[in-house]
T-cell receptor, first 113, second 113 residues
Framework: DTGVSQNPRHKITKRGQNVTFRCDPI?????LYWYRQTLGQGPEFLTY????????KSRLLSDRFSAERPKGSFSTLEIQRTEQGDSAMYLC???????????FGPGTRLLVL | QQQVKQSPQSLIVQKGGISIINCAYE??????FPWYQQFPGKGPALLIA?????SEKKEGRFTISFNKSAKQFSLHIMDSQPGDSATYFC????????????FGTGTRLTIIP
């Protein structure tokens, strides 16, 4: 399968713990996006990368959130000191800029107890 | 603030009927309008997209109608099938889709026999 992959698919953690998610984009895709989706809502933009450069961060991305794409391939999203409000589906998407289509992965569902 | 408003929240259509989902946007800088389909447990998948230089785009049973002056666009699904039962999201982006997507809140479509 050559689509976007995300790991883990599910994560349960206790409040205050740190969690890290990984996204592997479609091969050769130079843009990588992170979105967050809560139940019954559309995905909300968090941040995106062009190769290894982080080009934009949403105001939703508090200082407890950090994302990296060190070699311009896979990306990680870390949440420190998790809160119950962080419970959501975290979606990754990639595109081959300047083509506009964003291809989404299956997401990582986070539950903070 | 919600930049893309979507209605209805849920929709039930009989098999063979026409499903219509509407979206309205506020930011006149948006110039790329995709529709995504999402099945439970999966990431969103691009269905069809339009740019504001055309008023309609058709791909198979799916048609986008676009009204630039009203800042509205809609998805029509002709001959709706049970396999079309999913959640549909409209979205909008600037720079011909080469920026973050702003999503609507979603429409849960159910096709009944």
């Amino acid at each position: 399968d050559t689509g976007v992959s995300q790991n883990p698919r599910h994560k349960i953690t206790k409040r205050g713990q740190n969690v890290t998610f990984r996204c592997d984009p479609i091969s050769e895709h130079n843009r990588l996006y992170w979105y967050r989706q809560t139940l019954g809502q559309g995905p909300e933009f968090l941040t995106y990368f062009q190769n290894e450069a982080q080009l934009e961060k949403s105001r939703l991305l508090s200082d407890r959130f950090s994302a990296e794409r060190p070699k311009g391939s896979f990306s990680t999203l870390e949440i420190q000191r998790t809160e119950q409000g962080d419970s959501a589906m975290y979606l990754c998407a990639s595109s081959l800029w300047p083509q506009e289509t964003q291809y989404f992965g299956p997401g990582t569902r986070l539950l903070v107890l | 603030q919600q930049q893309v408003k979507q209605s209805p929240q849920s929709l039930i259509v009989q098999k063979g009927g026409i499903s219509i989902i509407n979206c309205a946007y506020e930011n006149t800088a948006f110039d790329y309008f995709p529709w995504y389909q999402q099945f439970p447990g999966k990431g969103p998948a691009l269905l069809i997209a339009i740019r504001p230089d055309v008023s309609e785009k058709k791909e198979g049973r799916f048609t986008i109608s676009f009204n630039k002056s009203a800042k509205q666009f809609s998805l029509h699904i002709m001959d709706s099938q049970p396999g079309d039962s999913a959640t549909y999201f409209c979205a909008a982006s600037k720079n011909f889709g080469n920026e973050k997507l702003t999503f609507g809140t979603g429409t849960r479509l159910t096709i009944i026999p």
